[in-house]
């Protein structure tokens, strides 16, 4: 199983990015989905998670600005991130619980 993330880059507060996370090596329609994030200086941060068939949990932190998602016919997970606040700037991983494998991470930065 491999997993790859991509969408990070550096927004002004209030803006918006999508991450978007490959999963191969498995159906995609078994995949877990989570969102997991790290900040300089800080433990690791659980974020979401999208279950087979939608089901979607948040991190009160972000309940209500972020939004994951799946598309099984092309093998991706997204996680939708608008109202984005400074506090949100840490390297986000992807994770396919069922199997633990990670993503190499991506970075989103929220600055002015």
């Known amino acids: 199983v491999q997993v790859a993330e991509s969408g990070g880059g550096l927004v002004q507060p209030g803006g918006s990015l999508r991450l978007s996370c490959v999963v191969s090596g498995l159906p995609f329609n078994e995949a877990i989905v989570s969102w997991i994030r790290q900040a300089p200086g800080k433990e690791r941060e659980w974020v979401a998670t999208?279950?087979?068939?939608?089901?979607?949990m948040y991190n009160t932190t972000v309940e209500g600005r972020f939004t994951a998602s799946r598309d099984d016919d092309k093998n991706t997970g997204y996680l939708q991130m608008n109202t984005l606040k400074p506090g949100d700037t840490a390297e986000y991983f992807c994770?396919?619980?069922?199997?633990?494998?990670w993503g190499q991470g991506t970075q989103v930065t929220v600055a002015s």
């Open positions: 994770v396919e619980d069922g199997t633990t494998t």
């Open positions: 999208n279950w087979p068939g939608g089901a979607t």
